[in-house]
């Protein structure tokens, strides 16, 4: 007879690892599937020059959502994340000086409501990093995880999920799905009849964004600002504005060296045209060049992420209780459903679903975090 777990959690970014570790308070048989060879998704630690750092650029604007979404996150760990909350205006440069940036007044980028994500003046500092969340999230995980397995389709009798394909051709059983994917590829994975066709095809319709970031180790110090920069160039073109920042500069080998990690968003449909991706990550190192003229000297180190799919609303009706409508026990966690964005919503949709499996985090004794020692110990 299969293995029927209890839960099978398709996703091991920071939404599923979130739903897995409060499901680790309640049951072992739990499995979480991941179609790449690690866990973490888009929050996995890169190791730089500098150090240990975010896949690309991590901020968090402040807002009772967000200090709801970390104070659940807070829970999860027993541990702090957040170290303090500071005002710092975004800063621009323009006609030879850095000045507070102010908007684009009647000319904003079409991502304009992606990009303003970053330029809140409040900001929330993190004690410790998104990359370190999803570690510890793994570390309180008590089930199964099952890297290179890619749920292909989704199986159902009657009202119910019974079981998913894995790779094509493996069948993981379980009770109860809870789907921490990219929403958009419920299109094809559930089946034929679970959702109507015109939900079907708005699911593939809805306007996506793809992440375009440039992570860049200086071989000095460039600056000791640690504001948000939103770079807009002198012209206005289809390409648009960055925004960036400078992360503290680090004395390696007896030289001070600096990281700067950059984001701007086109359009998903051109992410594979690697003339237009080309020509981005120029207009963002010329942009950079004309605020920081040496910056780009003898660059040490710089790293691309093209991220699909990462922004955008994932319109799709669910039910009550957070279930595809008709399909009673398959919860949909993915990110672009909360009306928040990006690592705030994905954890406060994570928290959604742990409620609507009638789960509750209680409050822990959260700890400080040894950030520092922590971030040796994974290196
Ligand atoms: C470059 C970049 C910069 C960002 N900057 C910020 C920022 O500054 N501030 C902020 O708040 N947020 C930021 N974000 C967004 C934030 O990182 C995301 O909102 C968050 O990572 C979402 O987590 P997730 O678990 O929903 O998705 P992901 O991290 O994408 O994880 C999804 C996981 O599901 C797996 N998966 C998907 N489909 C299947 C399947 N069918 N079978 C098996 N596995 C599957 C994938 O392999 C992946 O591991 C940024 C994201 C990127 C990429």
Not at 185 to 196: F, K, V
Request: hydrophobic letters at 40%; proline letters at 4%.
């Amino acid at each position: 007879m299969a293995h029927i777990y209890d839960y099978a959690i398709i996703g091991s970014g920071l939404t599923g690892l979130s739903v897995a570790a409060a499901l680790s308070r309640e049951t072992k048989n739990v499995v979480l599937l991941d179609g790449l060879d690690h866990a973490f998704g888009a929050n996995r630690q890169i190791n730089f020059p500098t150090g240990p750092i975010n896949n690309g650029i991590r901020f968090v604007p402040d807002s009772v959502l967000s200090e709801k979404a970390l104070g659940f996150l807070e829970n999860l760990l027993g541990q702090k994340v957040i170290a303090d909350v500071s005002d710092e205006a975004p800063v621009t440069y323009d006609s030879g000086n850095f000045k507070t940036f102010l908007g684009f007044g009647e000319n904003p980028p079409a991502f304009w409501e992606e990009l303003s994500y970053f330029t809140s003046s409040k900001r929330i500092d993190l004690q410790l990093q998104p990359f370190q969340w999803t570690q510890m999230l793994l570390e309180k995980f008590t089930g199964e995880f099952m890297p290179r397995s890619y749920v292909t389709k989704f199986q159902q009798e009657g009202e119910r999920i019974t079981s998913v394909t894995v790779n094509g051709s493996k069948t993981v059983h379980a009770q109860n799905f809870i789907f921490a994917g990219a929403v958009r590829d419920l299109s094809l994975l559930l089946p034929e009849d679970a959702i109507s066709q015109r939900a079907r095809a708005k699911l593939g319709k809805n306007s996506y964004w793809t992440a375009l970031c440039l992570d860049i180790c200086h071989s000095k110090a460039v600056t000791e600002s640690t504001a948000m920069h939103v770079l807009n160039g002198t012209t206005q073109d289809e390409i648009g504005p960055c925004a960036g920042r400078f992360m503290p500069a680090v004395e390696v080998d007896g030289n001070m060296i600096q990281a700067s990690q950059w984001i701007t968003f086109i359009e998903t449909e051109v992410t594979d045209d690697s003339e237009v991706v080309g020509m981005t990550l120029k207009k963002i190192k010329r942009q950079i060049k004309r605020a920081y003229p040496e910056a780009l000297d003898d660059v040490k180190l710089e790293r691309i992420f093209v991220s699909p799919y990462i922004a955008g609303n994932g319109d799709l009706k669910l039910s009550a209780n957070k279930t595809i409508p008709n399909l009673e026990n398959l919860w949909v966690a993915s990110a672009p459903l909360s009306e928040q964005k990006n690592l705030v919503g994905a954890l406060l949709q994570a928290e959604m679903i742990v409620a609507s499996l009638g789960f509750k985090v209680e409050e822990a004794a959260v700890s400080e975090a040894p950030a520092e020692e922590f971030s040796e110990a994974t290196m």
